[in-house]
């Protein structure tokens, strides 16, 4: 019984010391770490992870290993110091790295609580790290460092239940499209749209990323997404109307047009982009009207100015043509039709005058007006424009 007794007392000795020896160079790491020696505690904490170090058999695989060494590398970001901060190059993503390492290891939930709080902290320093590395057009470690605090907020550990935190989902998706990231900026951008982040204003940057792309079809039904559930947007509507624009869909682009006359009667761009489309059409007669009202919103848009000019001259140019397919031989008929043109390019001058008043160097309003002036005889006026033409 003697013998059993000794043998036991014996066993366990042996897993206190061998307990002890586990613990004494992790301890010693963290210890150091508290009094302020950074540089000595790195050095304790990576030999006991240092797989070719036989010591490290003992603390490679023990969670709290991994766990004082996160705090370590945390130290030394949090550091002022640029010896300390010389010893590593990344070091909050050397923290994340081995708090992830302690929790794999962490079987039990053991260290839980603890690592709990220490990724709380550690959220707080890649977060500061994500908006320096943004500011200083580092894009690429921004979009890093957000993607490591969404991951840290997954975990379960965390506890986080139905909290989801929209502003680092939406600037991870931002960060994402600065750093030309278009498929990962997509999917930040349309996780934060679930929950109504940033209102319409996400959808649109949604589809601005799949133009990015060349892939017009997604954005389109992005805007499309966006306009169902923010119907008085005025910013998806009028990039939905773009994209009809660019691509001649001229009946869908003339639906959400009216539709956004109807949000907004008093901007002049729509009525500009309306007058376009009905002269497509070939319905003059209201694309005149469309210009005019663009022009009593905006008594400065140009390309109202200038297209309802344009109108009027190719009514005129128009008009020659038919004159001169009359037959020859009725010269009275053929002079009535003469002096229309001469009707339509009387009309069309105040509006092109007006495009050189707001842009006195522009070269399209002085070479119609040159034309113009030169069809209704007004010499004086002609010569001026050449003038101002030789000197371009």
């Avoid at 000794?6 to 613990?23: A, D, G, M, Q, Y």
């Avoid at 705090?71 to 949090?78: G, L, R, T």
Wanted: include cysteine; hydrophobic fraction near 35%; aromatic fraction near 12%.
């Amino acid at each position: 019984m003697k013998k059993i007794a000794t043998l036991s007392s014996f066993v366990v000795l042996s897993v206190i010391i061998f307990s002890s020896c586990k613990t004494a160079q992790v301890t010693n790491a963290l210890n150091l770490k508290e009094a302020g020696d950074i540089k000595k505690a790195f050095s304790s904490i990576n030999e006991a992870v240092d797989s070719t170090n036989e010591k490290s058999e003992r603390t490679i695989n023990w969670p709290h290993t991994w766990e004082v060494r996160g705090e370590i590398y945390q130290a030394i970001y949090q550091s002022k110091k640029d010896e300390i901060k010389k010893l590593s190059e990344a070091p909050l993503e050397e923290a994340y790295n081995s708090y992830m390492k302690a929790i794999e290891l962490d079987t039990k939930n053991q260290y839980s609580k603890s690592l709990k709080l220490n990724l709380t902290l550690l959220t707080n320093d890649l977060s500061n790290q994500a908006v320096e590395a943004f500011n200083n057009n580092k894009y690429l470690k921004a979009l890093e460092s957000f993607e490591q605090i969404l991951n840290i907020n997954n975990l379960s550990i965390m506890e986080s239940g139905d909290i989801v935190d929209t502003v680092y989902i939406f600037n991870a998706g931002l960060a994402a499209y600065k750093a030309q990231e278009y498929d990962k900026a997509i999917k930040y951008y349309k996780e934060a749209a679930k929950y109504n982040y940033n209102g319409a204003s996400t959808y649109g940057m949604i589809a601005d990323a799949y133009q990015q792309k060349k892939d017009t079809l997604n954005a389109l039904e992005t805007l499309k997404e966006g306009f169902e559930k923010y119907p008085d947007d005025k910013v998806i509507l009028s990039s939905m109307i773009q994209i009809y624009l660019n691509f001649e869909k001229t009946s869908e682009a003339m639906k959400y047009l009216e539709m956004a006359i109807e949000q907004d009667p008093n901007n002049a761009s729509y009525y500009l982009a309306q007058g376009t489309l009905y002269e497509k059409l070939k319905m003059e007669e209201q694309a005149i009207e469309a210009y005019e009202n663009a022009i009593s919103n905006d008594s400065t848009l140009f390309n109202a100015y200038y297209n309802l000019g344009a109108l009027y001259y190719n009514k005129g140019v128009q008009q020659i043509d038919f004159a001169n397919s009359i037959p020859a031989g009725n010269n009275q008929k053929y002079m009535e039709e003469i002096k229309k043109a001469d009707k339509w390019w009387e009309k069309s001058i105040p509006y092109m005058e007006k495009c050189l008043e707001l842009k006195t160097e522009d070269k399209m309003a002085l070479e119609s007006l040159k034309n113009l002036y030169y069809r209704t005889k007004r010499m004086d006026k002609y010569n001026s424009v050449l003038d101002k033409l030789d000197e371009r």
